[in-house]
């Protein structure tokens, strides 16, 4: 049994160019960005500023009414295609795909987003509500016209009008529903949600959440999934001095774990952005830096012993030891997983995925380090550093992604599924 929380909502997909033509706005001669969207003339700025660079963006949009115009325009156009979205919800969905598991939902749950969800999954009626929390996702492809604007790459222009998840409604319902659910690992997620609100109510609402998170009982292990934030000092709160040492698991990808690092001034905070493949040394040296700093110790309150990275090219589980077991099937699975989901296989299609893994690399950049070469044959590599154990599994690539929305989630959800707690 598993309890998942606390963000979901409906994902709208479509494509931007459609939307904005239903919804009778022409192109912008000049693209603009905007920090906050307000109006149909913002979107279509926006939309044009990220769709002429070719890049991904996520902005809030203000306006309540407005933006439920245009949510309703956008569900309802033809073209349009529905997916459960929040990492909670995308977490517990995956992981109901098991017959065997029972999932205990708590986040804003809408009348659509109810009748999306798996059967194995229980939502508890304090999470249900009137309306639909909607995420559009307006997806442009490489090449497509808008006007005089050219889009250089395929990518996504995201926005809500999300106030239930920024504010992290449902965490108290979720923990007071653990009694009777019983389950045997807790999934947090939707913290970078709050950064939306302002510092006075998000440092009110994070030490609510602290408080919420301290009652769930010790014996249940908790797996934190982070997703992108922009601000520093909330991420080194989240850090230091609250949330990290409550958790026994967090799940991250390269650019989540570099901007902890940059936050909190860790090894190679001084890297400002990756230059393709994330270096396997460096990623290495600063898992080793979150457990060996905010993990569990001796002299330290903390519970956090395991941290499961994933990048586009491979994926690194580190644990401390003696806490977990079964961590080369878990990489692997979430691996597995990667491959099978973005491809919208059952089982991975060799014709249609490649490896962008590194063949040699060295595990650390700041102590004397291990050189390793892949070996097909055994696709699971493991390294010991200073009582860590590093599991290390390269992924094979879907070449033409059908889904990418949610990949970090189901990898995560599936390398849990095989992950042993050892009870403490």
Known sequence: RVSSSVNACVDVVLSGVKLLEALGLEPSKDGK??????????????????????????????????FRDIARTASEHPAAQLYVGGNA???GQKLATNPDLKILLCGPVGPKLHELLDDNVVVPPESMQERDEFHLILEYQAGEQWGRVRAPTANRFIFSHDLSNGALNMLEVFVSSLDEFQ?????????????????EMRQRRLM????SISDIPT?????????????QDFMSNIMHQQVFPLVNSLGLNEQELLFLTQAASGPHASLASWSGIPDVGVVSDI?????KEHGKAAERESDLTRIHFHTLAYHILATVDGHWGN?????????????TQACATDTID???????????????????????????DEPVVQWHRGGISFHFTPVLVCKDPVRTVGLGDAISAEGLLYSEAYPQ
């Open 287 to 291: 898992l080793f830096w979150i457990l």
């Open 183 to 199: 389950p045997d690992l807790v999934v947090l997620s939707g913290l970078h949600m709050m950064e939306g609100q302002s510092k």
């Open 350 to 376: 060799t014709s249609r995925v490649l490896l962008k893994a590194p063949r040699e690399f060295l595990t650390s950049h700041t102590e004397a380090p291990a050189k390793i070469s892949l070996n097909p």
């Open 327 to 339: 961590q080369a099937a878990a990489v692997a699975a979430g691996a597995r997983a990667a491959g």
């Open 219 to 231: 014996d249940i292990p908790i797996h934190l999934e982070l997703a992108s934030m922009t601000d």
């Open 89 to 91: 919800a995308l977490i």
């Open 33 to 66: 960005d905007h920090a906050v969207l307000s109006s149909g003339q913002d979107l279509r700025e926006a939309f044009t500023h990220f769709m002429e660079r070719g890049a991904a963006a996520e902005r809030f949009f203000s306006d309540a009414a407005t």
């Open 208 to 211: 609510e959440a602290v408080a």
